[in-house]
Each structure stands twice: as structure tokens, then as C-alpha cells.
């Protein structure tokens, strides 16, 4: 199972996906301000889950069968399970090639193989290898099949029904009789019948050679650290100091959630600049309607000027209307609403803003579109 970080974290982003539509503020309003040192992971995302959420998600059989509810199936019910839920995909008897390596194919587990736990004929490296023949841990058989399979139906098959497939296919291997009946407590038993159960080696290297692979040395030398271990390393993210501002300043970006939301990132003569720019705008009423028009994406659009985008310009709406103050509701209804056919076939989308800032374009426009 994960430990509880990890679960808290992978909830966490769930959570933030399933917000990341609104304005989700875990403690920092989306457009917040805030400084560098300011800068900390969303801690407050996403919740703990509940004992049944992890229970849900607890159903790994480990490889000493921890995990493993109690249960049985005999060979004879398996063949009909897997009859009825496998045999389409994977042959009648396990030995299907046509998708995928057969699990079964044509192998019989030797009394040799059975009694040492490597499986002789794997040593012929032409020899395709199938499924039971590589199988170390019959675990992973109750796990996979009870997580995975069927393919079309994942983790649909009760308890019962798996100990049955497992029986079946361990009947095919010839690991046991056809009478035999799998549960809980001979598990152990047919583990260590497993044919290939002493195969899984870690002390040599992938490739024997010395021009591919280092000569059989075993990749990873580490053996587990038990005291004095390296404290648990912090996974973050972050952009270095010298790339922050490389795409503007991430202040003025639409950044839901993360260390860098909101954080001004351009230079200090630069926030003046732009400060300046703005006091200049608030002193001039034009401004205050551009910036409406930004805001409300009508500059997608439109131009300020009188060229078409998609549809006309501000400066050409402004030509048709200039001086007609009558026409201010009607052009503030005909924003919201939309409309088509005065300047062409492409329609304008009926657009969502208060009346009041409507009627203050349409105003604008009929003033001279200024800016
Ligand atoms: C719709 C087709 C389909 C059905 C039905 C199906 N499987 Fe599979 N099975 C697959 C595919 C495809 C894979 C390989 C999946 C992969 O590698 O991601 C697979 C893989 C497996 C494996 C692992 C093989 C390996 O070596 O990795 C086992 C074991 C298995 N299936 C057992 C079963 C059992 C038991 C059933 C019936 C309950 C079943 N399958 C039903 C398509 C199917
Ligand atoms: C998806 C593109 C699109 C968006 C977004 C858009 N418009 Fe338009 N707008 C058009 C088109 C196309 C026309 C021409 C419609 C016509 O021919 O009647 C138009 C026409 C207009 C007119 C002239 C209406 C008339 O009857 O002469 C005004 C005023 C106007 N838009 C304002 C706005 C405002 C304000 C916004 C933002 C709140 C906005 N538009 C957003 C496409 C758009």
C-alpha cells in the first residue's frame, strides 16, 4: 500500500484537476500578489482519504500472500470460468498466440523443473518463453488476473473465481492434478512447487558481454539502507532564478495552483514602468473600456482599429454609429444577445457582461471608439 504522503499527494492533484476549471484559492487568491519568499507548496489541497477509499484501492496480493483473502477454487470450476471469461482472448487451453506470448502455450512443468524451482529449458535462449514458465511468485498470478483481467471487464471476478483460474492454469503446467482444489491455506504449498519459483536472480547483470552490459556485474550494487539513512528526499517543483521572468511576468499569468502562482518575477524599473502605464489609464476613461474589452475577450474578436478580424473593428462599428446616442441601447442589447447580418454571415455570440458594461461600450462607441 502507499504510505499516506503519497496518497495525500496523488489525491491532491485529483482534486486539483477536478478544480481547475474555477478559481480554486488554497490559501492564495488565483491573481494574489505574492513574493518570492512567499513561494510554498498548496499543503492545504485535497483532503485524507477514508478508510473505505483505501480499501478500495488495497487490493494487492503481496508475494508471502499478504493481501490475500481467504477463498478456494478446484481445477474443474476454473475450466468453466475460464470458458466462459478468458478462453476468447487467450485459447481454450491458455494457448493462444495470436496478441500476446501464450500464458500456458505448449509447457509442462518436469519433475526436475518442480524440484529445483528453474525451469531447464529456459536456458535455451530461443526457446519463446511463456507466462507460467518465467512466473516466480504465484502472488503476481492472483494479483494480475484479479486487478487486470478480463481485459474488457478489470477487476470484475470475485475471490473464488480467481483461485479457480489460478488452479486451472497451475493444472494446464502440470503443477497440479486436475482434482486439486486451491484455497487459502495450500497456496503456500503449490508456491513452492512454482517451476520457475528460483528463477528470479539479481546477481548478475542483464548482459553477459562486455560490449553491451559490463561483463555480468549485476547493475545495482545497493543493499538497503537499515541506519543512518540519507533523510527522504523532497520532490518539488520549481523554474531557477535566472528563467523566472524568461515568458513575462508570472504575476500577470493564469496559473491556477502551484509554488509560482501569483509571483512577481520583473525587475523592479520594469513594475515601475508598468505602474506608471497604469495610473496614466486610470486618469483616462477610454482606458477603463479597453480594458473592459480585454477582460471580457471581445478583442478576440474585434480590433480597436477599423481592419476585421472576425468581425468588424471598434473604430469601424464607431463609423455606422458615431454621434447616434439613441442607438446606445439597442447596441448594448445586440452585445449581449449577439446578432448576425449587419456586417456579414459570421454571427457574433451572445456575450456575458453586465448591462451596465454594455451600455458603456456601446456609449464608447458611439463617442468615437477612442482609446
Ligand atoms: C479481451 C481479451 C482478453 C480477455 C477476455 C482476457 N485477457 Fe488476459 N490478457 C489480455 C491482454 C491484451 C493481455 C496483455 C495485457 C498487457 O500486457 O497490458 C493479457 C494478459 C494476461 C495475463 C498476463 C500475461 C503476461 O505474461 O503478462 C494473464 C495471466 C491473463 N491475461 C489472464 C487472463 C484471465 C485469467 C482471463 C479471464 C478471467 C483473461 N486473461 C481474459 C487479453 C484478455
Ligand atoms: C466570437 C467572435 C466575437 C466576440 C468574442 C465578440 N464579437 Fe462582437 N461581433 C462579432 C461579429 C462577427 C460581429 C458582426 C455581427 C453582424 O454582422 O451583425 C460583431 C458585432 C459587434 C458589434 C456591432 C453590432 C451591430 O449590430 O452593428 C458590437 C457593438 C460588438 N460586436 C461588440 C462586442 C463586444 C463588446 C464584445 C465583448 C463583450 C464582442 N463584441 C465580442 C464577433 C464577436
Redesign the pocket.
Known sequence: MFNSRIRKAALATVLAGAFAGGAFAAGVPANARVTAKDVRLDATLGRAATADEVKAWNIDVRPDFQGLPPGQGSVATGTK??EA??????GDF?DSNS???P?VGAYQATKEDIKTGRVAKLRDINDGA??IE??STLST?FD??HR??????PDS?SWD??YA?VA??MNLANVVPSNFVLTRDNVQQVQDMLPNRNGMIWNHGMWPGKEIGNGGIPDTHNTECMKNCAPTPKITSFIPEYALNNNGNLADQYRQWGPIRGMVTESKAEQEKQAKEKAAAASNPNAKVVALLKDKACLACHSLGDNKLVGPGYKEIAGKYGGKNDMVGELATRIIKGGSGTWGSIPMPPQTLSEADAKMIAQWIVDGAKQ
Open positions: 470460468v475460464w471469461k478468458c478462453a476468447a482472448c487467450h491458455a496478441v500476446f506470448p500464458i511463456t507466462t518465467k512466473l498470478l494480475y488476473i487486470a483481467m478480463p481485459w474488457n471487464a471476478l473465481e480467481t483460474l486451472y492454469l
